[in-house]
């Protein structure tokens, strides 16, 4: 079932980069070609340097690849094969299944600009916490002004409309940093 899904997911890797080049690209910090020419391949994988896995013993086992070597210090490997027996793709797919990355790979993605806009929302919510000596913050008082300009409209026009630009963006703004619950 492993070879399967490598095999799956090797067929997935094969995407083109901006020159339009098709070829093996991987994941960032998980597994990536450092270079690669038919025949030949450089692996870079964090992980190496830890691992229990004999993956030069285990690759060294399929026919097609006549050399593997592992260098601990750039932490990559260097697979030497028969382009003709063995696609990149399939070989990359199997440097995952038998280094067991999978699950590093499935993890979700959190891009950069979300963790610098978290953090900047995090200092907001200190600010105000500690401008309010503790009795409001950000999770809390935005929702209240929200609440309290509502109900300044519902009195002042007597009738429940849309709602208004400020609540559809905080609801934008919410969804789009996964904050349903801000009591910690």
């Known amino acids: 079932m492993h070879i399967i899904s490598g095999i799956l997911l090797s067929a997935l890797f094969g995407l083109k980069d901006k020159s339009g080049k098709k070829g ?8 990536s070609v450092a270079h690669q020419m038919p025949g030949r391949m450089r692996l870079t994988i964090p992980s190496l340097r830890t691992t229990s896995v004999d993956i030069v013993a285990t690759l060294q086992k399929i026919d097609a690849i006549h050399k593997v070597e592992k260098n601990l210090i750039s932490a990559s490997l260097i697979i030497t094969y028969d382009e003709h027996q063995l696609e ?7 440097v995952i299944q038998i280094m067991g990355l999978e699950g590093e790979i499935d993890k979700p993605v959190r891009p950069a ?12 919510n200190r600010g105000i916490y500690e401008y309010t000596g503790g009795h409001l913050d950000l999770y809390h008082s935005v929702p209240l002004i929200l609440i309290g300009l ?3 409209q519902f009195i002042k026009t007597r009738k429940l409309l849309l709602p208004g630009a400020l609540t559809l963006m ?11 619950n801000h009591d910690k």
């Not at 990149?88 to 199997?94: K, P, S, T």
């Not at 905080?170 to 349903?180: C, E, I, Q």
Request: glycine content about 18%; overall charge negative; aromatic content about 14%.
């Open 88 to 94: 990149d793709e399939i070989l990359f797919g199997a």
């Open 24 to 31: 093996v690209k991987g994941f960032s910090g998980i597994i």
């Open 170 to 180: 905080w609801w934008g703004f919410s969804s789009l940093l996964g904050r349903g």
């Open 113 to 124: 600009a979300i963790h610098h806009i978290q953090q900047i929302i995090d200092s907001l």
């Open 150 to 152: 509502g109900a300044y």
